[in-house]
């Protein structure tokens, strides 16, 4: 079982860094184990049918706009599976499921506060983002503030955002490869770049969106498969799933209530109102509802996004739930010490293994690589996005760009992404990545999802106050991650942290809203008020655009 321990750097580059719950996250230098063939092959397949989709979608993309948004072609059922398959990572797999394997009842915590978005996206943004913006979530918060300053600020945040993402994902993708084909970690990572820049550059998001999908309906159909071995053990009885975990958990029927590994009420809050906040606020998911052609659509991107993860969720209860069925008190899956092998975040893997045996788990092997990919992509196209469109072409060119020079910039940026990806992936080999990867959420609730909240719902919004806020938001959030737990005590070897939570956003978003709002009223500027009179056009526009 122990060739597959690198899956748990997989989870700790994955979206939501769900590792720093679970104990047993690994550090540092993991030897080299035996290569799984069916793995390997099962990559080869996926990485040869996406290169594929990139060279016939690099037929269509000619133009910035099908770069950044597929053409505004994409169907809201395919663009519904594409947000799921951007954001249904690795760690949501691994990671919930170990947590349940812990503590039951409160892997559902993370669960909930993510799922909780979706909703929120159908039917706050769904509609107001698709008629107001063409390509990035900037072109809807500068309609009606100051365009040249709110893009710079916004664009600074958006790719903060994706460096954030990015680090994490070239650590993981880069030891996975390593391990899986035993190459140099140097060169596992260049690999990995010069694959997701070949998805980027040459297909834009109309490759992105596809690769999304693939890999979202593989990791949908892995976790069914695994679900139905496991119910196949308890008779399709999930009351008698119940039962048999009870009984074979240490804490007993404690597990089926809240309180096992989240005593405080405070810790759970924050890490909802992160998850569920920042989720609304990421750049990448946002700029999803621009590919496809209309409100209606987008709406029905979101719905059906909420249906793929709303079953994916479901499912990860009986993987959960089967880990403590199936797993303790069988041998194969624990050391001398009476430890799960590779840590609690492999327990997704194991039950695999223990229902399916090596080609099962060799699949969900290949799938968490894809995840990777996926995920990469997305957040590489949002990124260039930033640069070419939001800098280049809004604030440089002033709205008029060269179409060609615009896209030569588009995949100069991608190129340049990609390289960046690669150096932060080398210079953090050896880091703990696990409290990077918390960054983007903290940093998407309390930069993004404010200013884009109150520039759709609150008249009173000034350029100034937004600005304000913005950076108190993206400076607190890193100040506060950084005196936390993860940093201050894990990388920085301190004793004590100095703030006691590693998710800020239940603090550091309710104070760039607040200093959004008091220098917003309190901002009597000409370009304040100007702000302000724009609301009513932008409110006009976002309820009707140009769809009705």
Do not use: C
């Amino acid at each position: 079982m122990s060739r597959f321990r690198w899956l748990v750097l997989a989870l700790l580059g994955s979206g939501w860094s769900l590792s720093s719950f679970a104990a047993g996250s690994i550090e540092g230098e993991i030897e080299q184990q035996a290569l799984n063939p069916t793995a390997i092959v099962m990559f080869m397949v996926f990485v040869a049918l996406t290169l594929g989709i990139t060279w016939q979608a690099a037929k269509s993309t000619t133009s910035s706009a099908a770069f950044y948004n597929a053409g505004g072609k994409i169907t809201g059922l395919q663009n519904g599976a594409a947000i799921a398959g951007d954001f249904m990572s690795a760690a949501s797999f691994l990671g919930i499921t170990g947590l349940i394997f812990v503590g039951g009842f409160d892997g559902l915590i993370l669960s909930l506060g993510a799922f909780g978005a979706w909703p929120l996206l159908m039917f706050l943004f769904a509609k107001r983002v698709r008629n107001l913006g063409s390509f990035t979530f900037v072109d809807v918060v500068s309609k009606r503030l100051a365009r040249g300053p709110i893009r710079i600020v916004a664009s600074i945040g958006t790719i903060a955002v994706v460096v954030m993402y990015l680090i994490a994902q070239m650590v993981g993708a880069g030891k996975l490869i390593q391990l899986l084909f035993g190459l140099p970690y140097t060169a596992a990572v260049i690999i990995v770049s010069a694959l997701v820049l070949a998805y980027v550059a040459f297909g834009g998001m109309l490759a992105t969106t596809w690769v999304q999908i693939i890999k979202a309906m593989l990791l949908l159909g892995g976790v069914t498969l695994i679900a139905i071995l496991v119910l196949a053990e308890t008779g399709f009885s999930f009351g008698e799933l119940l039962s048999m975990a009870t009984a074979k958990h240490p804490k007993g029927d404690a597990i089926l209530s809240p309180g096992v590994v989240f005593k405080d009420p405070i810790q759970i809050a924050t890490i909802q109102v992160s998850m569920l906040f920042g989720t609304l606020g990421l750049p990448h998911i946002l700029m999803r509802l621009f590919t496809v052609p209309d409100m209606r659509q987008a709406k029905l991107s979101a719905f059906y996004a909420s249906v793929f993860m709303g079953y994916f969720y479901i499912v990860l209860l009986v993987l959960g739930f089967g880990t403590i069925a199936l797993l303790y008190g069988n041998p194969d899956f624990f050391d001398a010490d009476g430890k799960i092998i590779g840590g609690t975040n492999m327990a997704a893997i194991h039950i695999a293994t223990a229902v399916g045996g090596d080609i099962l788990t060799g699949f969900m092997s290949a799938v968490s690589f894809a995840t990777i990919l996926a995920v990469v992509a997305g957040l590489t196209v949002s990124g260039a996005a930033a640069v070419s469109h939001d800098l280049y072409a809004q604030v440089i060119k002033q709205g008029e760009p060269d179409p060609t020079m615009e896209l030569r910039i588009t995949r100069i940026a991608v190129f340049v992404i990609g390289v960046v990806a690669v150096l932060l992936g080398i210079a953090f080999e050896n880091e703990n990545v696990a409290f990077i990867a918390v960054m983007p959420m903290v940093t998407a609730a309390s930069v993004t999802f404010p200013i884009l909240f109150l520039s759709l719902f609150w008249s009173g919004l000034t350029t100034r106050g937004a600005i304000v806020g913005a950076l108190t938001g993206f400076l607190s959030s890193l100040t506060l991650i950084i005196i936390g737990p993860q940093v201050w005590v894990s990388v920085m070897g301190n004793p004590e942290p100095l703030f006691p939570y590693n998710y800020p956003a239940l603090f550091t978003m309710p104070l760039a809203f607040f200093v959004i709002w008091l220098v917003s009223v309190s901002d009597q500027s000409e370009r304040g008020q100007q702000d302000r009179a724009n609301y009513h056009d932008l409110l006009v526009r976002s309820e009707f655009g140009t769809d009705e």
